[in-house]
């Protein structure tokens, strides 16, 4: 019970280190403050901040200009007619943010020969974009939420989406972003660990055992608050299923872009 207690104190009390002279700057704040909004209000966001939105993703660095990204868009309604249910936790638009080398393969040939390396940049250029499209809209006011799984709309449901949204070989679903109105607030971050464990000075540096376990003492407590009804264990049993799955199914399309060659 002592060390649940010592858990939950450190997950409320836990803040970004800002110093004192950037306090004021608006985007820092914006920044190390962002949380992940999972209560829209349903009101609408204007096609002008959606565009803007998505401006910023369209502006945002890729390896050697590649733009190795699409991102495929719902209001509400579009959403619903063709999922056939709500945005997750009532947004009010959705992107659907596709690693894509299919376009670039249309006039770049050579890429063709490196399947495994051209859709890994690929992912982390969309990864990119997707997080310039969620800094905006918090600038905007407006709240977010990246989904990879909650009511299938990201990598871990590779094969649902790809027959949904009709996308060619080499477009690769890795994530939604949801968008929305709220009311919701929350400074409380999921736990994370120390600065020590992941910046590294010249040479990479084990994390101690004792370090990862205290963290994920905190993460199962984190979990219970956001789901008192579930359990993390629970939780990671579900994700190894779903990943497994995805996995097959990506190493079968590498493998048969590879052979395509």
């Known amino acids: 019970m002592l060390k649940q207690f010592k858990s939950f104190f450190r997950i409320i009390t836990q803040k970004p280190y800002i110093p004192d002279r950037q306090k004021a700057h608006a985007l820092i704040t914006t920044i190390l403050n962002r949380r992940s909004c999972r209560a829209f209000s349903g009101e609408d966001i204007n096609d002008e901040d959606f565009n803007l939105i998505l401006e910023?993703?369209?502006?945002?660095?890729?390896?050697?200009?590649?733009?190795?990204?699409?991102?495929?868009?719902?209001?509400?309604?579009?959403?619903?007619?063709n999922f056939d249910r709500s945005i997750p936790f009532n947004g009010a638009r959705a992107i659907v943010i596709?690693?894509?080398?299919?376009?670039?393969?249309?006039?770049?040939?050579?890429?063709?020969?490196?399947?495994?390396?051209?859709?890994?940049?690929?992912?982390?250029?969309?990864?990119?974009?997707?997080m310039n499209m969620?800094?905006?809209?918090?600038?905007?006011?407006?709240?977010?939420?990246?989904?990879?799984?909650?009511?299938?709309?990201?990598?871990l449901d590779f094969s649902y989406l790809r027959e949904h949204l009709l996308l060619p070989q080499g477009v690769i679903p890795i994530t939604t972003l949801v968008l929305g109105r709220s009311n919701e607030t929350s400074s409380i971050a999921p736990p994370r660990l120390s600065r020590d464990s992941v910046v590294m000075k010249n040479s990479?540096?084990?994390c101690p055992r004792e370090e990862l376990e205290e963290w994920f003492d905190r993460m199962k407590v984190g979990f219970k608050l956001l789901y008192p009804f579930s359990d993390l264990s629970s939780k990671i049993?579900?994700?190894?299923?779903?990943?497994?799955?995805?996995?097959?199914?990506?190493v079968h399309l590498f493998k048969k872009e590879k052979e395509n060659d």
């Open 237 to 250: 049993a579900y994700y190894q299923g779903k990943m497994e799955t995805a996995e097959g199914e990506l």
């Open 56 to 81: 910023a993703g369209r502006y945002a660095p890729s390896t050697a200009n590649l733009q190795t990204w699409s991102f495929i868009t719902f209001t509400s309604d579009e959403w619903k007619e």
């Open 134 to 155: 969620n800094i905006t809209a918090e600038c905007l006011g407006i709240r977010s939420i990246m989904l990879s799984d909650t009511g299938m709309t990201g990598l």
């Open 204 to 206: 990479y540096r084990a």
């Open 98 to 130: 596709c690693a894509d080398t299919y376009r670039n393969k249309q006039l770049l040939t050579e890429f063709s020969r490196t399947p495994f390396v051209s859709n890994t940049l690929a992912v982390f250029n969309a990864g990119i974009a997707a």
